[in-house]
């Protein structure tokens, strides 16, 4: 219980410093957020948006403890502003529909990869020097020094241009309107398959490292040795005994890549123009859309902290050590 | 030499110890003879080779390019040819010279993080782990909050309000980035500072300041320098990512820019595959030699993979087969016993 209290504690922490954050950032620049849009949009945005911008952030003559609870008392009531390149649509609308295109890349990403991955370390170690550990530890040390984003663009060029198997852009065809039909489903695992390779082939050697020196390390303890010398099957000794037990630390590391599912796709949603908060981002950045952009980041930190929450209650549940501390 | 292969359950020194040991070992190895401990790994031999190709191209740019890197020097987006060895770009300036000027900016964007890292992160984790109590609690609360806030995220939203140049770049992805060294080196000077030596330093009198840098440090040196060689890579990865959104400088030449205008002047979507392969691979060999020194720095440190490997190369030379015994194989020579 004290435990999930402090660490209770520290997400709050962690809240207010990105809140607090956000609320400086367009401080610190030089002038003023409204002015840097006026003078870029020349004219195409009306005055009442930067103004409707200005009374988000809370910029005013006001001193600046009072914008701060002026800026503190909007987040709470979830008024993250309006965005300015889609005036006038309030951000927290369009931060909805792109949660959830980046909750789906990232999940089907990380779920596959850590299946796969831990799979193959379970493997690799238990038969040490043979062919999965002989020739995946090079391969994926060869795989994982690519960029990802940039495997990324090798993956839509060659699959999506040259060859034309999959889709180019976008998370579902344009032709088809948003259903539970079939023919939706259909095309949006369609749209979905090179992106999320893209990130599983980058994602898979982590795992596959992680889970193989857990494992070896878990097969010298003396359970795995006794379950050995009971004469109980391979399979048994490997998954039930040693697996089990050496995944604790992979856990922990899907709960920090939690953060990743959320912010680091963002360079694969911009390759492949996949509608979820990382083009959103970046479109935000690139229409100055200050509202927009911060509401973005919020988000994704609030979802990150909440995860890692999710994952610590549940680590009390796998790991009684815990418990006690 | 015979050997036998034997396994040894935990007698002896327990596994924690002997890596400390070995750490201070491969401290010892580092201040004695960098160049002898390259050359004796063939892991290290590689990856130092490669980077220092690197590092040569991007001093000696301006006499390897052919072309000014932004000059109109042929039709754009012309496949490679003999004049043009990596073909041109969508406006028609020659890949091969900007990727070889793409190298300074993009290695010395790495190099400059990654040294800023590793201090930032050497001076918080190793104060953390020395002083413990509240100080301890202070610097890991901070380390924790920077390490849970998502970096890349962070890192568009300060790119985007900061002035884009070079500088902010590195700016940006030192902040970013240096919380994971400081937690992992936190823990080592942890465990470090319950030796033996360091009370003997303390109860001489000595600073604590001097205990810090001139006890402890040197011997958990492997693990700062594979945490800087770590950072090098994701600096430069990120830079690079950062740079192909645009967040950059786009007028400067690095590998990331490079991608960028690859993107934006439909390098894909014409079939100029030459304007954005460049840049990534150099990435890749860039980043895959960084994980070759590291590997290398994790065999001379770690004497389970080190006993791994001799057991492999053993059962190689000999074709013999390890029995089903799970334990970490031991080498032992057959007089010995």
């Known amino acids: 219980m004290n435990f999930i209290l402090r660490r209770l504690g520290f997400y709050a922490l962690a809240a207010w410093v990105s809140i607090t954050l956000n609320f400086f950032l367009p401080r610190m620049m030089p002038g003023d957020p409204g002015d840097a849009v006026m003078a870029r949009m020349q004219g195409r945005v009306q005055p009442e948006t930067i103004d409707a911008m200005r009374k988000a952030y809370g910029l005013s003559d006001d001193p600046l403890w009072q914008q701060y609870f002026d800026y503190l008392g909007n987040l709470m009531r979830g008024e993250f502003g309006i965005a300015i390149s889609a005036f006038p649509t309030p951000v927290t609308d369009i931060i909805r529909t792109s949660f959830f295109w980046t909750l789906l890349l990232g999940l089907t990403a990380t779920i596959v990869a850590f299946l796969i991955g831990n799979l193959l370390g379970i493997i690799g170690a238990w038969r040490r020097g043979g062919l999965v550990d002989s020739v995946m530890p090079p391969l994926l040390i060869f795989v994982g020094s690519f960029p990802y984003f940039w495997l990324a663009l090798l993956a839509l060029f060659f699959m999506g241009f040259e060859w034309g198997w999959f889709p180019l852009r976008h998370a579902y065809s344009s032709n088809i309107s948003p259903s539970w039909s079939l023919e939706f489903v259909g095309s949006v695992a369609y749209h979905l398959v090179l992106p999320a390779a893209s990130l599983v082939v980058v994602a898979i050697g982590g795992w596959v490292l992680g889970m193989r020196n857990t494992m070896i390390s878990t097969l010298s303890e003396d359970y795995v040795m006794m379950a050995e010398a009971k004469g109980l099957p391979q399979r048994r000794v490997m998954f039930n005994y040693a697996a089990r037990n050496a995944l604790l630390p992979n856990l922990t590391a899907f709960g920090m890549q939690l953060g990743f599912i959320l912010g680091g796709a963002l360079l694969t949603e911009v390759v492949f123009s996949y509608p979820g908060l990382g083009y959103q981002l970046l479109g935000a950045v690139r229409n100055l859309d200050y509202p927009l952009m911060q509401g973005i980041f919020l988000i994704i930190t609030f979802s990150v902290l909440g995860a890692n929450l999710v994952m610590d209650l549940l680590y009390v549940r796998l790991d009684p050590r815990v418990r006690g501390a | ?337």
């Open chain 2, 1 to 337: 030499m015979s050997s036998t292969i034997s396994t040894v359950e935990s007698a002896g020194p327990t596994g924690d110890e002997l890596v400390q040991q070995e750490h201070s070992r491969a401290g010892r190895i580092f201040r004695s003879g960098l160049l002898g401990l390259i050359l004796a790994n063939r892991k290290a031999t590689i990856g130092a080779s490669i980077l220092l190709i690197f590092i040569l191209v991007g001093a000696f740019a301006p006499a390897i390019a052919p072309y000014d890197p932004d000059e109109f020097v042929a039709r754009p987006h012309q496949a490679p040819s003999l004049d043009h060895w990596f073909g041109t770009t969508g406006s028609g300036e020659d890949v091969f010279s900007q990727t070889v000027w793409g190298t300074r900016i993009s290695l010395g964007t790495g190099l400059i993080v990654g040294v800023a890292v590793t201090v930032i992160g050497a001076l918080v984790g190793m104060t953390a782990g020395y002083f413990r109590g509240r100080i301890d609690d202070v610097l890991s609360l901070v380390t924790n909050v920077f390490l849970i806030i998502p970096s890349l995220p962070l890192l568009v939203v300060l790119a985007a309000f900061l002035p884009a140049g070079f500088w902010t770049i590195v700016l940006v992805l030192t902040v970013t980035s240096w919380a994971y060294g400081a937690r992992v080196l936190r823990s080592q000077t942890l465990s470090l500072r319950e030796k033996d030596y360091v009370s003997s330093a303390v109860v001489s009198g000595e600073s604590s300041f001097r205990i810090i840098f001139a006890e402890i440090l040197p011997n958990m040196l492997s693990i700062v320098v594979a945490g800087m060689f770590g950072a090098v890579t994701y600096a430069i990865g990120a830079q690079a990512g950062l740079e192909f959104l645009g967040l950059g400088n786009p007028s400067s030449t690095s590998w990331g820019t490079n991608l960028y205008w690859a993107q934006n002047n439909a390098g894909l979507l014409t079939g100029a595959w030459w304007t954005f392969v460049p840049a990534g691979l150099c990435i890749a060999f860039v980043a895959f030699s960084m994980s070759m020194i590291n590997y290398a720095i994790d065999e001379v440190t770690n004497p389970r993979l080190r006993s791994q490997r001799d057991t492999n190369t053993l059962l190689r030379t000999s074709n013999r087969k390890l029995g089903k015994s799970r334990a970490t194989p031991v080498l032992r020579p057959t007089s010995g016993d």
